[in-house]
């Protein structure tokens, strides 16, 4: 289970961010995102705590931006996003 989300302003950024994780051995996963987090791609990558930092290394050192990020936590059997 991932721990946080990375939303981006497209689906073409956040498969790009998705791309340049992988190329760097860092697992991810580009997932349909509620539209209640953002209104503009829908798609979103999710990253374990432990890649967190890394990934937003490799992601700047890439110039790529993400709009925003979310940890995820379990509420009451349901997925709740906090944003960070």
Known sequence: MYNYVMVFSSFYKAVYAQ???SDHRIKSGLMRVSPDLIKSCGYGVFLNEKDLE???KVLKEAHINW???FQISQEKGKQEYKPV
């Open 19 to 21: 791309e340049k994780l």
């Open 54 to 56: 890394n990934s937003k």
């Open 67 to 69: 709009q925003r990020l």
